[in-house]
């Protein structure tokens, strides 16, 4: 994919294009584009099952033209029944990543939804959320193709899946993970979504659905309660910004979501990166200023970003203009720093959309890994995160694990406002990319002028993992060229070269609104999206 798609009333954006299709068909109905990323939202629980879900969180940025950006957090936080004591009484000394142990926390992305449509009626909209849902329901209830994405990693990830509580039911039929292209169905998935569009978001937490999940949950053995989820409220919350000095005429100010998500260190990787001077994009200077731009955002990711209530330090403060001057300063331009340090792995679905009135919506949602804890409850047929297997089993620290704490999130939905009039929306999945591919996308358009379609189609790196492998290797597409490489292993960076247009590098998406209402859209090739307007 090249070629920039361009409309004129309204866009949107997902990594798989019946997602696009359902919110496209919002717009063209009337609604707004936080109708259309709900729309989305749900259909994607459904279609990409492997990658977002109702059993998930969610994190919004929603602007509205000439206002300030609005973030809305839907972080589940960890059960009252989620102890140390817990884990260490069944004899672990971290929490696991699959089963029911490690469905800890609430799922609090269907919260999101609530607040945001209520946030949408102030600013006009109309549509009642069981509109919302329907595109869902269809899929859900009549079947969908099954993409190659799921295939793989179904039968990737299988060893630490199939004995998870209702997972085999669910995702795989005759037993076997699910051909590309065959149909798969998921009635129960889909019963659920619709009494969420006959109940309301709140139903989900304080409702007669609240007590079928709550049930559900008890019958897996997960710590998660009726009374964790009836606590739960999601809520606004002031987004994070810094301004760039060169990006595009006069600049622009970048927005990304507070902690506990690592919007912090996307936001620090493109001001440091700013700092340093680079004149043009896909050479040595570029790649590896980006990279180590990284390593600087990330020591302070995970020295300080967790739970809020329970960090050491403010966010904000490491986006202070002297802050980010001695992180630039930290970096040797020849030399790569070495690189040893732990990442942290997840699987997310990004999605975007413009409307003709100019309200734009970052959101992201995710179960963290493939799947999941991969625990299916058996009435609902939600398949719940396993978020909270981030969490240590050590008494401080803002990511210790206590009751009612939020766990470290890799989510992080970006938007951007340039002085010359230009907004734009953009976002990945890929847990330890996220901000890695933010930073590919965003500076090759905004700072070189690249195409908004070419930016996420061009090849890319990634330093440490994604998709719950370990490695602190810097990946690179092969597309690179092979001097540029060699340059980069000379800096002593460890590369190690992925295929062409893997997964493992994240599926982005982004749109553009112009001055002129001229709007431009980029999907990932990686992924099965669309970018779609009319």
Known sequence: MLNTPRSRRSMVTAPHHLASEAGLRVLREGGNAVEATVAMAAALTVVYPHMTGIGGDGFWLIAAPGKEPVAIEACGRAAAAATIDLYRGKGFDAIPWRGPLAANTVAATVSGWGEALKLSNELGGRLPLSRLVEEAVWHG?????????????????????????????????GGQPPREGSILKLPALAATLKAIGTEG?????????????????????????????????????????????????????????????QGLSSLMILAIFDRLGVTEAEDFDYLHGLVEATKQAFLVRDRIVGDPDSMPERAEDWLQADRLDQLAANIDRRKALPWPQPAEAGDTTWMGAIDGSGLMVSFIQSIYFEFGSGCVLPETGINWQNRGASFLLQEDGPRALAPGRMPFHTLNPAMARFADGRAMVYGTMGGEGQPQTQSAVFSRYAMFGQKLQAAATAPRWLLGKTWGEGSVTLKLESRFDPALVAALQAAGHTVEMLPDFTSTMGHAGAIVRHTDGVLEGATDPRSDGAAAGF
Not at 161 to 170: I, M, S, T
Not at 201 to 211: D, H, I
Not at 242 to 260: C, E, I, K, S, W
């Open 141 to 173: 209830e009549t079947g969908f193709a099954v993409t190659a994405s799921q295939q793989e990693l179904t039968t990737e990830k299988l060893p630490g899946l199939k004995d998870a509580p209702g997972f085999a039911a669910a995702f795989l039929p």
């Open 201 to 261: 978001a709140e139903g989900f937490y304080r409702g007669a659905l609240a007590q079928k999940i709550a049930a559900d949950l008890a019958t897996i053995g997960s710590p998660v309660a009726a009374g964790d989820l009836a606590r739960h409220q999601a809520r606004r919350v002031a987004p994070l910004s810094v301004g760039l000095r060169n990006a595009g005429a006069g600049g622009a100010t970048l927005y990304n979501f507070p902690p506990p998500t």
